[in-house]
């Protein structure tokens, strides 16, 4: 199993940037894929940017298209989310993930190695 941990997020005003970043470590072969996810309170977790490993092609959720970027540097194996424009419905608790995903990249359930989770809090 992959080690994932979390580094990043914090508070920001609305239109505000901030950034996540998470460095994988061992489980050789386990994974396929990578993504952010986020939960809110009282809210179930949701896939917002994910890739797959080998051609680093990434999908959005349509809540963030055009305003978050997810890349990932294969020689540091770090995963990173750059998150632009914030909006207050943006604040969640942020998880980063990876696992052996079979096509449904932004589903949580296809993701097996999971982050501490970092908190963003966007104010308006």
């Known amino acids: 199993q992959v080690r994932v941990v979390q580094s990043g997020g914090g508070s920001v005003q609305a239109g505000g940037s901030l950034s996540l970043s998470c460095v994988t470590s061992g489980g050789t072969g386990s994974s396929n894929a990578m993504g952010w996810f986020r939960q809110a309170p009282g809210k179930e977790r949701e896939g917002v940017a994910a890739?797959?490993?080998?051609?680093?092609?990434?999908f959005y959720a349509s809540s963030v298209l055009g305003r978050f970027t997810i890349a990932l540097d294969n020689a540091k194996n770090t995963l990173y989310l750059q998150m632009n424009k914030l909006k207050p419905e943006d604040t969640a608790m942020y998880y980063c993930?990876?696992?052996?995903?079979?096509?449904?990249?932004?589903?949580?359930?296809?993701?097996?190695?999971w982050g501490q989770g970092t908190q963003v809090t966007v104010s308006s």
């Open positions: 890739l797959y490993t080998a051609d680093n092609s990434p």
């Open positions: 993930a990876a696992g052996m995903v079979a096509g449904r990249l932004l589903d949580p359930s296809e993701y097996n190695s």
